[in-house]
């Protein structure tokens, strides 16, 4: 099974690193978490964002989630596949030229990533997207343009796989987003 880097940090969406980090494991997967400037055993915050009649989605505080790895150890090389989940972590993740370099090391050597919501923030920022189907959070849709990306305009609950890169918009399309992320691996 694949040996697969999850990018975190806090206010990382709750459900976006819950579910793709217990997921995987239960299929036989080796998840390593990893945040910025945090060791193993160290947690991040998460949020739970909602969706209701606001004209954006509301946030409520989530659980802690515990790395399993520390952040300054992670080699590329020694990983198959990278997830960045979404939340509001990757606003300022993607300020960190360590988090793009990383980023960029997967996307360069086409290993397969899964990136969901906002987490297309960190990849329009490591990379160029030109010739590239991506979906997001709809708010991030000018992120995947900047970067030369098309901007996947697919329903909630799906899913789009364009190359070895799958994205999704938010956490309700996670059946469509890990299905085709487990077919790319």
Not at 36 to 45: F, H, L, R
Request: hydrophobic share 45%.
């Amino acid at each position: 099974m694949s040996r697969i880097l999850m990018l975190v940090g806090d206010y990382v969406e709750d459900y976006e690193v819950m579910v793709p980090f217990q997921a995987l494991q239960a299929v036989g997967h080796e998840v390593t978490a990893v945040c910025p400037d945090k060791q193993a055993g160290d947690t991040v915050q998460t949020a739970i964002h909602d969706f209701g009649a606001e004209q954006t989605y509301t946030e409520k505080p989530g659980h802690r989630f515990r790395l399993n790895a520390d952040f300054d150890s992670v080699e590329p090389g020694n990983f198959d596949a990278l997830v960045i989940p979404g939340g509001r972590a990757p606003e300022y993740l993607r300020l960190d030229d360590r988090v793009l370099a990383i980023t960029r090391a997967f996307f360069e050597a086409d290993k397969p990533m899964a990136v969901l919501c906002h987490g297309a923030q960190i990849l329009a920022s490591a990379v160029s997207l030109e010739g590239r189907r991506v979906s997001a959070y709809p708010a991030c849709a000018p992120d995947v343009r900047f970067a030369g990306g098309e901007y996947a305009e697919i329903g909630l609950e799906e899913a789009v796989t364009c190359g070895r890169l799958v994205t999704a918009p938010v956490w309700t399309a996670h059946p469509a987003w890990l299905k085709q992320f487990m077919a790319v691996l």
